[in-house]
C-alpha cells in the first residue's frame, strides 16, 4: 500500500452520519415535526439526488455515502484518519513479490441484513459484475476502478478471495475500500443486469439497510440485525429526506424539521443561519474541487486553440469573490494544494484572466468579432448547490469579454445530466465536481485521462487496455507519465512524474480546474459526533476517507 502523505488540502468522499425515527407508523406517514423530536430519530435534508445505488454503477459522493454505510469492504479507512483497517477481511492481506496477486481470508459469520450468510464464493462473484456488466452501466465507475486494474477476482475456496491485477498499482489496497468494493446482495444487484434504482428493502453487510426508499422524498435506512462490525448504530432510524431546493432545507433546519442540513448551502444561507440560536455550522477541513469537462472529441473542443482560449479567459478570482464572497479557493491544478507533486501548471502557463492571451488562441482558428465562436456549457442546477447558476453566469461573461465568444448556458437535472456528461457523447463542455475515490493525486488524473477520462475524450475506451488509446502524442506522453507514477514507490519519483503530468495535463487542457469548496453542515445543537474519533465538533466530518452514520447521537 503506498504511504499516506500529509494534506493540507483533502477532498473528501465523506460518508455523513444520520438516523431516523423509530415510529410505530411508516416513516413515509410521520409528520416531519414528530420525527425531528424523537430521540430514535436523526433526518438529515440534502439537495443531492440519488443517481444510481449499484455499487458496480454508482459514483457520486451521495450514493457511495448510502453504500457504505450499508454495505462493508474487505477494507475500510478508519473514522477521523486516511489509515486502513480491515473490516470484511481479517487482516490487510497479503500482495505477491510481483505485485500483482492480493489475498484476503474473510472474518467468519459475516451476513447479509435479512440473515443471508456471506462467504468468498458470493462475494467474488459480486465484486465480478465490475467486470462483466459494470462496463455496460451508465456512471462508468467499473472503468474508472475495476477494469483498468483487475483481471480476475476468484474464491479458491469459502474463506479466501485472490485478485489478479492486469499491472502492479501501488495504490490498490485504497481501491479495495471504495464503495464498488462493497458486498452487495446478489438477489437485488443480480449477476446479468444494472440495478440503479433497487426497491426497498436493501440489504448488505453494513451497519443499516435501507427499508423504505422514495425517491422525490426521503430514504429510511434502520440498523442491520445481523451486522457484524465494530460500529454499530446507535439510533434506531436514518431518514434522509431530499430536498429540491436548497433555501428550503436552510429554512427546515432553521425550524426544527430537520435535524441536519447536508449539501449543499450557500454563503449567504449559511451567514444567516449563523446567527440562528441552536445551530452550529461545521466547516468541515475538506471538500470538493469544481472544473469544466471539455470533450476533446465533440467540436468545438477538438480545437486546442478553443480550449486555450478558454483557460486563458476564466477568472477564477471572479467567481470567487462574486459569488462566495472568497469563500472559495482559486484552483490552478487538477491536483489541490497538499497532494504530492501538486503544482499550479494554469496559472503559469495561462496567467488567466488574459483575455488578449485568449483572443490570440481564437484568432489563430479564424475566430473574430465578426466571426465568434459559439460555446455551449452545460450544468446541472440543483447538485452542486444554489450558486451554480450564478458563477456559470460569470464564467459565460468572462467567455463573452473577449468579444470573439459567445455561450449558451444549459442546465439538466443531475440523474440525467451526469450520464450524458461523463459517457462522453452528448455534451461538449460541463460542470463536474470531485471528492477524491482514495487520498492520492493519481485520483485527481487517472480518472480524466484514462479510457475516455469521465466525458473528456482525451482516450477512447479500448477493451484489454488499462489506459485507453491516446487520441494524439501529447495525450500518449500524457498517458506514459501517469502509468509510470502509478507503479512508483520511490515518493520522490513520484512527485516528479506528477509534476510533470500536471503541466501537460494543462497544456492540453484536459479538464479546466476552477476552485476548491469547502464543506458545510448545520445541525441541531442536540446532536453530536463520536467523541472518540476526530473532529467531534464538527461531526467527525474531517480529512478522513469517510464517515458512518453510525457515528452520530442525539440527546433529549
Known amino acids: 500500500m503506498k504511504s499516506k502523505f500529509a494534506l493540507v488540502l483533502v477532498s473528501v468522499i465523506v460518508i455523513f452520519s444520520v438516523l431516523l425515527a423509530a415510529c410505530q407508523q411508516p416513516a413515509a406517514t410521520t409528520t416531519p415535526t414528530a420525527a425531528a423530536s424523537n430521540p430514535d430519530t436523526i433526518i438529515i435534508g440534502t439537495t443531492d439526488k440519488i443517481a444510481s445505488l449499484d455499487p458496480a454503477d454508482a459514483y457520486s459522493t451521495h450514493d457511495w455515502e448510502i453504500i457504505k454505510n450499508i454495505s462493508d469492504g474487505l477494507l475500510n479507512w478508519k473514522p477521523g484518519t486516511t489509515e486502513l483497517v480491515p473490516d470484511l477481511a481479517t487482516d490487510m492481506g497479503t500482495i505477491s513479490s510481483d505485485g500483482l496477486i492480493y489475498t484476503f481470508t474473510l472474518k467468519d459469520g459475516i451476513k447479509l441484513g435479512d440473515g443471508t450468510p456471506v462467504d468468498a464464493t458470493m462475494y467474488a462473484a459480486q465484486l465480478n459484475r465490475l467486470l462483466t456488466i459494470g462496463p455496460t452501466c451508465p456512471n462508468d465507475v467499473a472503468d474508472s476502478l475495476a477494469v483498468p486494474y483487475v483481471k480476475s477476482i476468484t474464491a479458491p475456496d469459502a474463506k479466501t478471495m485472490v485478485f489478479t491485477l492486469t499491472t502492479p498499482i501501488a495504490y490498490f489496497p485504497q481501491i479495495l475500500a471504495t464503495a464498488p468494493y462493497t458486498m452487495s446482495d446478489p438477489k437485488i444487484f443480480t449477476a446479468d443486469a444494472c440495478n440503479l434504482?433497487?426497491?426497498?428493502?436493501?440489504?448488505?453487510?453494513?451497519?443499516?439497510?435501507?427499508?423504505?426508499?422514495?425517491?422525490?422524498?426521503?430514504?429510511?435506512?434502520?440498523?442491520?440485525?445481523?451486522?457484524?462490525?465494530?460500529?454499530?448504530a446507535q439510533v434506531k432510524q436514518i431518514i434522509v429526506r431530499f430536498y429540491s431546493d436548497p433555501n428550503t432545507m436552510a429554512l427546515a433546519v432553521q425550524s426544527g424539521e430537520i435535524d441536519i442540513a447536508w449539501r449543499l448551502l450557500s454563503p449567504d444561507q449559511l451567514t444567516t443561519l449563523k446567527s440562528v440560536s441552536g445551530l452550529t455550522i461545521g466547516t468541515i477541513n475538506g471538500g470538493s474541487i469544481r472544473f469544466l469537462v471539455l470533450n476533446h472529441q465533440m467540436d468545438p473542443m477538438t480545437d486546442p486553440n478553443v480550449v486555450k482560449a478558454i483557460a486563458s479567459a476564466v477568472d477564477r478570482n471572479e467567481i470567487s469573490d462574486t459569488v462566495f464572497g472568497g469563500q472559495v479557493t482559486p484552483l490552478y491544478s487538477a491536483v489541490p494544494p497538499g497532494f504530492l507533486g501538486a503544482n499550479q501548471a494554469f496559472d503559469t502557463m495561462y496567467s488567466a484572466p488574459n483575455i488578449d492571451g485568449a483572443k490570440k488562441f481564437l484568432e489563430a482558428s479564424g475566430y473574430s468579432t465578426t466571426?465568434?465562436?459559439?460555446?455551449?456549457?452545460?450544468?446541472?442546477?440543483?447538485?452542486?448547490?444554489?450558486?451554480?447558476?450564478?458563477?456559470?453566469?460569470?464564467?459565460?461573461?468572462?467567455?463573452?469579454?473577449?468579444?470573439?465568444?459567445?455561450?449558451?448556458?444549459?442546465?439538466?437535472?443531475?440523474?440525467?445530466?451526469?450520464?450524458?456528461?461523463?459517457?462522453?457523447?452528448?455534451?461538449?463542455?460541463?460542470?463536474l465536481g470531485w471528492f477524491f475515490d482514495y487520498p492520492d493525486s493519481s485520483n485527481y488524473?487517472?480518472?480524466?485521462?484514462?479510457?475516455?477520462?469521465?466525458?473528456?475524450?482525451?482516450?477512447?475506451?479500448?477493451?484489454?487496455?488499462?489506459?485507453?488509446?491516446?487520441?494524439?502524442?501529447?495525450?500518449?506522453?500524457?498517458?506514459?507519465?501517469?502509468?509510470?507514477?502509478?507503479?512508483?514507490?520511490?515518493?520522490?519519483?513520484?512527485a516528479s512524474l506528477y509534476d510533470q503530468a500536471q503541466t501537460l495535463?494543462?497544456?492540453?487542457?484536459?479538464?479546466?480546474?476552477?476552485?476548491?469548496?469547502?464543506?458545510?453542515?448545520?445541525?441541531?445543537?442536540?446532536?453530536?459526533?463520536?467523541?472518540?474519533?476526530?473532529?467531534?465538533?464538527?461531526?467527525?466530518?474531517?480529512?478522513?476517507?469517510?464517515?458512518y452514520y453510525s457515528e452520530l447521537k442525539k440527546s433529549q
Request: no cysteine; net charge negative; hydrophobic share 35%.
Open 197 to 232: 434504482f433497487p426497491t426497498a428493502p436493501i440489504y448488505g453487510t453494513g451497519a443499516w439497510f435501507v427499508s423504505q426508499y422514495n425517491a422525490d422524498q426521503q430514504m429510511v435506512l434502520e440498523p442491520n440485525p445481523n451486522y457484524t462490525g465494530n460500529l454499530p
Open 445 to 494: 488524473l487517472d480518472p480524466f485521462v484514462y479510457n475516455r477520462g469521465e466525458g473528456t475524450n482525451v482516450t477512447t475506451a479500448t477493451t484489454g487496455s488499462l489506459t485507453g488509446t491516446p487520441i494524439n502524442d501529447k495525450a500518449k506522453q500524457l498517458v506514459d507519465l501517469l502509468t509510470q507514477a502509478d507503479i512508483e514507490t520511490d515518493q520522490t519519483k513520484r
Open 505 to 547: 495535463y494543462a497544456d492540453l487542457v484536459v479538464t479546466l480546474p476552477l476552485f476548491f469548496e469547502s464543506e458545510h453542515v448545520v445541525y441541531r445543537s442536540n446532536i453530536s459526533g463520536n467523541s472518540a474519533d476526530a473532529y467531534p465538533e464538527s461531526l467527525n466530518i474531517g480529512p478522513n476517507v469517510l464517515f
Open 371 to 431: 466571426k465568434p465562436l459559439a460555446v455551449t456549457l452545460w450544468y446541472p442546477p440543483e447538485h452542486y448547490g444554489a450558486s451554480t447558476a450564478a458563477w456559470m453566469q460569470v464564467i459565460k461573461k468572462e467567455l463573452e469579454a473577449t468579444g470573439e465568444m459567445t455561450v449558451t448556458l444549459q442546465a439538466q437535472e443531475w440523474s440525467t445530466y451526469v450520464t450524458a456528461l461523463t459517457g462522453g457523447k452528448s455534451y461538449p463542455a460541463g460542470v
